[in-house]
């Protein structure tokens, strides 16, 4: 028999951020270096026995922040498989894990197409070898990050347990307020964690917490078998009591006598996105240049080179979001979070209504009703923990050619507690729409798959809106998975399990 | 106009589905030319699906959905006298079609089997497949207009009633427009009057009843309530191979298309409750939801809910905008407790309180059970499968404003929306 609600005192119970991996709390924005490491198990015996070790060197939520080295873990489902997860507790994953970021369906909904398909990655498509784990790895100093590699490289590779499939992945801060490589502020709006103890940091966090109204989410949004939006736990994954199960607390779902290998864990999406910097650049610079030949006197939006890319983005490089700031970057604090459009720009004059970070969290605006728009909205909510990888860019290069521009971009991850109803909304619903807000067939700007010859962008404007066109794909997906973040006492379980 | 929603449920020869699935794969592997069953050879039908159901306690059946601008008994003669060879097609696989092709004869046998939505919901109202797609051409040249003008430079730093009044030449020196100017409302005041007259009517049928309803319905809560902490309710997610055999169909085109066939739950008391709130509700979709929006849900081109199989099955058919994850969250955000009313009737719906409450808000819960008990349809066609409600509306609003006196704001207003 199942029981529909959760138990009271489960749900009272203060949120455990010792048995939580350190990335639900924090992106470690202190740390400058990352490095991901994509890793297949060659020996599961020897894997079990590795991840017993590792499991005290993983920081958890509750440490406080330090300069030393941080590792998170993280399984795709076949690699729970490869370690010797039960068949019934397999079972229990949701089946966007089980099928993995790639089928069919799934690149048409995530936008992953033409450049971006996966027979185009470089790594996490069916013909790359199975990822079953990988391990974060965060550092102060280059130096430190490679010794940490080593280190690790030594005790998964001891008896040959693990082996490194993919070239790791590095990324790498580009400053301490959070710009990403286009040049804007980014990972601004972030939900927050109800009763979480301490404001969750995004990489960088603004100096004055954002308010609850535009960021709160209750804590099963992000944690598994947590009361979520719905005030029911999130569905996670489930052991049977007899495999050592009874270490994990008990599941509130599903059937009977089941534990929850999900407690104090999440979900985590891995995107690697190249972005054409330089491309991205001249294209502004072009088309900014051309509107003013058409019409030299006029008020168009598209006719200023800044202007026009913080429409596109829909905040300034300094984050001070066009909603508050139509005019200029110093209309609203850098980094501005307490906003809303219902009331100042449901029209989209300030911020197009296609704007990318209108399109990542619509707020408010998306219905007639502000209070239902945005909380609607925030059941679509992802935390994200990413970071930029590649070397800056400095200058525009006079003449770019092709091959010397080393390749740079965003390790998007994020966390949420359900692939279709989080990431995949987002993606496809928000993002990838092309008829969003009411639009006529156009998709995000900034990060959207073109159509064949170029994309279109609507800004409205007075006296009507002006139309954009031609735009090519600034971000490339390079490659990408679906993971298990578990919690400490999971990790401790998947360490146990007998085959 | 009216639009007129109906499906035609037909039993198939258990020893014919194989043949008929066969029929229905070539039909739904190009619904719009096909040479079986053309349907984009219709200039009146929106949106059809046809879907062969197999599921315990139900026969091996086809449900054949048509949502177009006419009537009935106009529809079916068109379909007989246009594809009489494609409907041979499909129901020689079917029990009772009389063989031989006599035109009169299939009619009457379509006509047997026609089932009437309990409620239902049209997003465009009034709107005839060929003003949607003239509206949308209109708007689409009206944009080429804009493109050129600004192109050249033009218009950009103009006032707005100048910007208007360009536009409006550019519409009238085409005599390709000229039926923008004798469009007929979405809904004619006669119809709504209509409306309003059959909700007044049931209002007051109601109160003359009371008398006699109200120890019912008393009688009828307490058991509800017994039932209602009882009742089995959905069990984990749907199984993987169903969900990703549906969303494999899904997230081609702008529309996609939701069909669901559930068992209603035994006994008298949901067999008395399930029609009364049909009844209900489509008196409040014919008042209230004109005007695109069905509760507050702005993606639903149509559809409906029907009782078949002597009330023992639920039938639900949507044509909507976007993806299933979207409508779903629509569903759960917006229009829980009209749905809750409904499906809670049906079997394995999640946990309910007072008919209304609870149910559909507990969206995860909510979400397994819709797709444990979705069914695939082997064909369904759109007639505009670029088109979104929100844009038939918009381009409904740009033409009907097109030409009547506007004050400063509306002009600003109709500005924005081109």
């Not at chain 1, 960088?204 to 719905?230: C, M, Q």
């Not at chain 2, 006599?102 to 497949?129: F, I, K, N, Q």
């Not at chain 2, 009742?231 to 899904?250: F, I, N, R, W, Y």
């Amino acid at each position: 028999m199942r029981r529909d609600r959760p138990r009271r005192e489960e749900q009272a119970a203060p949120l455990d951020t010792s048995d939580m991996q350190g990335l639900v709390g924090r992106a470690y924005g202190h740390l400058s270096y990352a490095r991901y490491l994509l890793l297949g198990i060659a020996d599961p015996a020897g894997a079990r026995r590795w991840l017993g070790h590792v499991v005290e060197d993983v920081n958890t939520a509750a440490q406080p922040r330090q300069d030393e080295v941080c590792i998170n873990v993280a399984f795709t489902w076949a690699g729970l498989a490869r370690l010797g997860l039960a068949a019934d507790a397999l079972a229990t994953f949701p089946r966007p894990l089980q099928e993995g970021m790639v089928t069919e369906h799934r690149s048409r909904i995530l936008g992953d197409s033409g450049a971006s398909a996966p027979s185009n990655w470089r790594w996490g498509a069916p013909h790359h070898p199975e990822i079953h784990v990988m391990l974060l790895v965060f550092a102060d100093t280059e130096e430190e990050l490679a010794a940490a590699h080593e280190k690790c490289r030594s005790e998964f590779g001891a008896e040959e347990a693990l082996v490194e499939v993919s070239e790791p992945i590095d990324g790498r801060l580009l400053d301490d307020v959070g710009t990403e490589h286009f040049g804007f502020m980014d990972g601004i709006s972030q939900p927050v964690i109800r009763g979480w103890p301490r404001t969750t940091s995004s990489v960088h966090p603004p100096a004055a917490p954002p308010p609850a109204k535009w960021t709160e989410v209750n804590p099963g949004e992000v944690l598994l078998g947590r009361a979520d939006n719905f005030d029911k736990p999130s569905e996670g994954p489930t052991v049977a009591a007899g495999s050592g199960g009874s270490a994990l607390p008990p599941a509130d779902w599903g059937p009977r006598g089941r534990h929850h290998l999900g407690h104090s864990g999440s979900f985590l999406v891995f995107r690697q996105l190249a972005q054409d910097v330089s491309g991205f650049r001249r294209w502004v610079a072009e088309t900014a240049a051309s509107a003013r030949a058409a019409a030299p006197s006029a008020a168009d939006p598209s006719a200023d080179r800044s202007l026009l890319a913080a429409k596109i983005v829909g905040r300034w490089p300094n984050g001070a979001p066009l909603a508050l700031a139509p005019g200029s970057d110093g209309e609203a604090p850098a980094g501005a979070n307490d906003f809303g459009y219902h009331e100042m720009d449901q029209e989209g004059l300030r911020c197009p209504l296609g704007a990318h970070v209108r399109r990542a969290n619509p707020r408010d605006s998306s219905l007639a009703h502000p209070d239902v728009a945005l909380s609607s909205t925030k059941n679509h909510r992802i935390l994200r923990r990413g970071r930029p990888y590649g070397p800056p860019m400095v200058d525009i290069p006079a003449q770019p050619e092709e091959g010397e521009d080393p390749e740079r971009g965003l390790i998007f991850v994020c966390l949420n507690a359900d692939f279709e109803r989080q990431f995949e909304f987002v993606q496809n619903t928000w993002l990838n729409n092309p008829f969003f807000a009411g639009l006529y067939d156009e998709v995000d700007p900034l990060t959207g798959t073109q159509p064949a010859g170029g994309g279109r962008f609507t800004m409205q404007a007075e006296p009507v809106r002006r139309v954009v066109k031609g735009i090519p794909d600034f971000v490339t997906v390079k490659g990408g998975g679906y993971f298990f973040l578990p919690g400490i006492r999971a990790l401790r379980y998947l360490a146990g399990v007998e085959t | 106009m009216t639009q007129t929603i109906f499906t035609i449920i037909t039993e198939v020869e258990p020893a014919e589905v194989g043949a008929l699935q066969t029929v229905l794969a070539e039909v739904g592997a190009d619904p719009v030319a096909n040479t079986v069953l053309p349907l984009g050879s219709f200039d009146v039908l929106h949106f059809a699906s046809l879907t062969l159901v197999e599921m315990n306690g139900l026969p091996p059946t086809l449900i054949f959905e048509h949502n177009v601008d006419t009537s009935v008994d106009d529809w079916l003669r068109t379909l007989v006298d246009r594809a009489p060879g494609g409907l041979d097609a499909l129901y020689t696989h079917c029990k009772g079609y009389p063989v031989g092709g006599d035109p009169l004869r299939v009619r009457a046998y379509l006509r047997e089997h026609v089932v009437a939505p309990g409620a239902y919901h049209v997003g465009a109202t009034g709107r005839s497949l060929t003003q949607v797609r003239q509206e949308a051409g209109l708007r689409d040249a009206i944009e080429g207009f804009l493109e050129s003008e600004d192109g050249a430079g033009r218009l950009r730093n103009d006032p707005p009633d100048a910007v208007r009044t360009a536009v409006q030449q550019f519409v009238k020196s085409d005599d390709a427009f000229s039926w923008t100017r004798k469009t007929p409302e979405r809904q004619t005041k006669s119809e709504h009057r209509r409306h309003q007259v059959r909700f007044w009517a049931n209002v007051a049928a109601a109160v003359v009843m009371a008398p006699v309803l109200l120890p019912t319905l008393a009688i009828g809560v307490v058991v509800l309530r017994v039932k209602e902490r009882t009742d089995p309710v959905q069990q984990g997610p749907a199984d993987p191979a169903h969900v990703k055999a549906l969303s494999d169909t899904e997230d081609f085109i702008a529309q996609n298309h939701l069909a669901s066939v559930i068992p209603v739950k035994p006994g008298l008391l949901r067999a008395a409750i399930l029609p009364a709130v049909l009844h209900i509700l489509n008196l409040l979709a014919r008042m209230s939801y004109t005007k695109g929006e069905l509760g507050g849900i702005p993606s639903i081109h149509f559809a409906h809910w029907s009782v078949f199989d002597r009330g023992r099955h639920l039938l639900f058919l949507s044509n909507f905008d976007g993806s299933w994850e979207s409508y779903l969250a629509d569903f759960i955000d917006k229009a829980a407790t009209g749905l809750t009313a409904v499906w809670s009737n049906t079997v394995n719906f999640p946990r309910t309180r007072l008919l209304l409450r609870d149910g559909a808000t507990d969206g995860p819960r909510f979400r397994q059970w819709a797709r444990s008990n979705q069914v695939a349809s082997q064909v369904w066609y759109s007639a505009y499968p670029g088109l979104t409600m929100p844009m038939i509306d918009n381009n409904t609003a740009i033409r009907e404003a097109l030409f009547v006196r506007l004050d400063g704001e509306e002009v600003h207003r109709w500005l924005q929306r081109l």
